[in-house]
């Protein structure tokens, strides 16, 4: 009976500390606390040295529940990923997630190997672990900040720190293996390095198109798709690990692969899994909490902080600016990423790895980290909104988005009901736009269900549903919040072939000759691409009017305000395809044939 007692015990214990981390989590978000770094004080003070004195010191628990927390996080990560934002910043995404992870840590090694006494070796593990940044604790913080940043600089940071951890993870245990086996040659590690990588892409791949075929072949009950998607990434992290793949690598590929094919209960599987995601990071936060000893923390502390200085002030900027020197990222842009690499639970996951296979100083390695961890949360943590704004990455706030509700539709994937408030100075009630890939369906007015057309005209306050495909809802949000202030394109853009974005299609079919769609006459410029694109107007967004290709030069509250056209007699001029534009095509190609996109 004492037996059962103690589990009972432990899982009230348990509880009780999920559900405090939970509870924190309000007044971290209120005061913009790095969440982190709550769960992970939570842990230490029902630790054994503080006012809980709990003793935890269970290793293989702790790696256990790490291992599938931060799977679930990168497959969450990936599920959330678009192929588009992902093409668009590739390139510099990809160095900075394996190139600049290595130069890292590489710069890290030296400061390591004069303040923590280490060889060579020892020294640049302690640097692997603390190479890669965390995409929970960076998204977080800028969530709670109330920050907008330019998409080509936030679409990096997503992607850099979803996709930096798996090299991180290969690189921190190829170090342990050659501490543990002795020295390897670098033809080996790079031969594994491939191998991983190749082996864990396959996996990854081939396991997604596998749980989107089984979701929409399969005819699960109601509320079981979110658990079986959920179980379905872990036998892929798990498959890749026992083949000597990167599971991290596979989990997260298999999140995209799924996250961007049309499939049953997308919605529900995706509410399931943000729920699963803090769970998982609450409870590894406040195990590794448990696992801190302040008293040898004290130890270490001042090399440990000697190290978080060279991080953050050298290693990180230097590997952010010359991996980045390749691409058009201004000096402000390539600052502020530098700035950003936030060090979260993934390094004091990582060093838990070396006190689980004993090395030797292993708790040095733990401390650390620790240390490096929570100088990085409050140093870069609470500057990251005014860095932001000080560098000019952060663009102006708009109002909060609408609340949208997305209902699935069974027997079919391709459309899902799309619902929102609709407010005073939408887009929607004062030009009456709705894209042309959506429909409305009905509206509810004073707890009446309406047709468009018995509600016609729809009124502040209704509450509007839409049929969409689920890829493109997130699209209707820009219909349905405040319109910012538009301000009066610059007439220096204006020319020949330039016009403003207030010209009607009439007005444009009457200079140039091109057929304008019937009953469409009255519609600006603005208007059309706001109809016709999928996505926010960006600048150089294009749509196609009958023979003529609009262009979108300038934009001035959220909407475009200069149009360029291109004429059909550009296309003759236009030059031929280079070689490496040609190569890029084939390689998209063959990944659209692989993913199934």
């Not at 992607?159 to 170090?175: K, Q, R, Y």
Request: charged share 15%; glycine share 8%.
């Amino acid at each position: 009976m004492d037996s059962l007692d103690t589990v009972s015990i432990a899982i009230l214990l348990g509880a009780v500390l999920v559900m405090a981390g939970i509870l924190s989590s309000l007044l971290a978000l209120r005061f913009g606390a790095p969440l982190l770094l709550v769960f992970l004080v939570l842990g230490m003070l029902a630790g054994e040295a503080g006012p809980g004195g709990l003793k935890f010191d269970d290793l293989s628990t702790t790696y256990l529940v790490g291992s599938v927390a931060l799977a679930l996080i990168l497959f969450d990560g990936g599920l959330r990923t678009r192929f588009s934002t992902i093409k668009a910043v590739l390139a510099p995404s990809m160095g900075l997630a394996t190139v600049g992870v290595l130069l890292t840590a590489l710069l890290t090694a030296p400061v390591a190997y004069y303040a923590l006494d280490l060889n060579w070796t020892e020294a640049l593990l302690a640097g692997a672990v603390i190479a890669s940044t965390d995409a929970a604790a960076v998204f977080l913080l800028v969530h709670s900040q109330g920050l907008r940043l330019r998409p080509r600089v936030g679409a990096t940071l997503e992607v850099e720190s979803g996709t930096n951890d798996p090299f991180a993870v290969f690189l921190t245990l190829m170090l342990v293996g050659l501490i543990t086996r002795g020295e390897a040659s670098t033809w080996y590690v790079v031969l594994e390095f491939l191998w991983e990588a190749t082996l864990g892409t396959a996996i990854g791949v081939i396991g997604g198109r596998a749980v989107v075929m089984a979701l929409n072949r399969v005819a699960l009950p109601q509320g079981l798709h979110a658990p079986f998607v959920a179980t379905a990434a872990l036998v892929v992290f798990g498959a890749a690990q026992i083949s000597h793949a990167s599971g991290f690598l596979a989990v997260y590929l298999a999140g995209m692969i799924i996250g961007n094919q049309p499939t049953r209960a997308h919605n529900s599987v995706v509410a399931f899994l943000d729920a699963a995601t803090w769970l998982a990071q609450i409870v590894m936060f406040v195990l590794l909490g448990l696992l801190v000893s302040p008293q040898r923390l004290m130890s270490s502390i001042g090399p440990a902080v000697l190290v978080a200085l060279a991080l953050m002030l050298v290693a990180r900027p230097l590997a952010v600016f010359l991996c980045l020197a390749p691409f058009r990222f201004n000096w402000r842009e390539r600052l502020f990423i530098a700035w950003v690499g936030l060090r979260g639970a993934v390094a004091i996951f990582l060093a838990s790895i070396p006190m689980l296979v004993g090395l030797p100083k292993a708790y040095l390695y733990f401390d650390v980290a620790f240390v490096v961890v929570i100088i990085s949360l409050l140093l870069q943590g609470w500057t990251l909104g005014p860095a932001a704004r000080k560098l000019h990455v952060a663009l102006q706030r708009t109002d909060r988005g609408p609340r949208r509700i997305e209902l699935d539709l069974p027997g079919q994937l391709e459309q899902q009901l799309v619902g929102y408030a609709v407010r005073p100075k939408s887009l929607y009630l004062k030009r009456g736009l709705i894209p042309s890939w959506s429909k409305p369906t009905l509206v509810i007015r004073d707890e009446r269900i309406l047709t468009p057309e018995e509600a016609d005209p729809v009124a502040p306050g209704d509450y509007l549903y839409l049929l969409a495909p689920p890829e493109k809802a997130e699209s209707l949000d820009r219909f349905f919040v405040d319109m910012p202030p538009s301000s009066a394109p610059d007439p220096h853009l204006l020319g020949d072939f330039i016009v403003p974005g207030e010209t009607t299609l009439g007005d444009l079919a009457a200079a140039y000759g091109v057929n304008v769609p019937t009953g469409e006459e009255a519609l600006t410029l603005a208007d059309y691409f706001d109809i016709h694109l999928d996505t926010a107007p960006t600048l150089n967004a294009t749509v196609q009017l009958d023979t003529i290709v609009l262009v979108a030069r300038s934009l001035g509250g959220g909407r475009v305000n200069v149009v360029g056209l291109r004429l059909p007699e550009e296309e003759d001029d236009a030059p031929p395809a280079t070689r490496r534009q040609k190569a890029r095509r084939k390689l998209s190609k063959i990944w659209s044939q692989l993913s199934g996109v």
